[in-house]
């Protein structure tokens, strides 16, 4: 160890023998149904977390890399908040009508 620095000290015996007082108990929350029910559970070894529940299928949306015209892209990010959900369904109207391989 470097002369300039102080080596860290503990004592574990002190921590082994104390014992908890009521007073030290008055931090954690009291375990409410309303709290429960928010857990995160064990089933059979496995940890279920709770949360936002998965979309069905039909919703999930995949990521991807596009290249755009830059009128297009301009066009869409202009008319605000939400930009990327408004030109996925003006594709998807698009679909309605038309048949993507007669563009090639």
Known sequence: MSANKSSISSDLSK???HVIAANEYDD???LSEELLA???EFYGGVL???GRPCLPQ???KT???VRLSSEVLGR???SGKGWQTR???ALQDWLKTHDPRELR
């Open 76 to 78: 869409f990010k202009a």
């Open 63 to 65: 990521p991807v890399s």
């Open 48 to 50: 279920v977390k709770r």
């Open 38 to 40: 928010h857990a995160d």
């Open 87 to 89: 030109m996925d369904l």
């Open 15 to 17: 921590v082994d023998v």
């Open 28 to 30: 954690l929350p009291e």
């Open 58 to 60: 039909a919703l999930v």
